[in-house]
């Protein structure tokens, strides 16, 4: 049957867990990687981002690793708290591409009480 | 800072009919960004300006688009004359310089075209 709309990965955690959001990116000439924070009704929000000569960076409660090797981000968010509920993307930057994101389609993270 | 504005929040019009959204981007950047968010394709990138100048408008759907920005603090996106499909959420974001990697967005302009 013909798709109604982008069936996004969705993943449920209990209030207080970590969280781990997965992305996989196509180019290996991306050199650039940022994870951005949607809630409903709202922009994307910059949480954190990474360069491809780094493998690990840490923020806030959140951490971001690069697996250049199998092309492979993932976001950590410790202690998961109500207000973290949103879609989660990831973007790439290819440093051939004029300097432009490509977004990935997001995932859908509910955090439950 | 304001962050990035964008103007109106919502719009609701009818088919053929002109919409103008406006955008005006954090003070100090030199990028610019519009983009279309919709359910069935996700998060496009339409053009982009670097000091005011179009650089990539490979995005655009079709001649209907058209998008100015006639200094460093506004820009506009033009749809004429709209149509039921154009309606999405419109996002405008801005960014500095090469090295300022980050682009920040602006909340949106939800568009619904009838």
């Known amino acids: 049957g013909e798709s109604v709309g982008l069936h996004l990965p969705t993943l449920s955690v209990q209030e207080g867990d970590n969280s781990i959001i997965n992305c996989a990116y196509s180019?290996?000439?991306?050199?650039?990687f940022i994870w951005y924070k949607q809630e409903s009704g709202k922009g994307p929000q910059f949480i954190i981002d990474i360069r491809s000569n780094m493998d690990k960076r840490q923020g806030q409660r959140v951490t971001v690793l690069l697996n250049k090797t199998v092309k492979h981000l993932s976001l950590q968010i410790a202690a998961t708290q109500p207000g973290d509920s949103a879609v989660y993307f990831c973007?790439?930057?290819?440093?051939?591409?004029?300097?432009?994101?490509?977004f990935g389609s997001g995932t859908q993270l509910t955090v439950l009480p | 800072d304001a962050g990035v504005i964008q103007s109106p929040r919502h719009e609701v019009t009818e088919m053929g009919q002109e919409v103008t959204l406006r955008c005006k981007p954090i003070?100090?950047?030199?990028?610019l960004f519009w983009y279309r968010q919709t359910m069935m394709r996700g998060l496009e990138l339409l053009i982009y300006?670097?000091?005011?100048?179009?650089?990539?408008d490979s995005g655009m759907p079709e001649d209907r688009f058209s998008a100015k920005m006639p200094n460093a603090s506004f820009s506009t996106l033009k749809i004429q004359p709209s149509e039921p499909r154009d309606s999405a959420v419109y996002f405008c974001a801005s960014r500095r310089g090469l090295r300022g990697e980050t682009q920040y967005f602006g909340p949106g302009t939800r568009l619904l075209v009838l």
């Open positions: 180019n290996s000439a991306s050199d650039y």
């Open positions: 973007a790439e930057r290819n440093s051939g591409s004029a300097r432009q994101l490509t």
């Open positions: 003070s100090g950047h030199d990028y």
């Open positions: 300006f670097n000091n005011n100048v179009p650089i990539d």
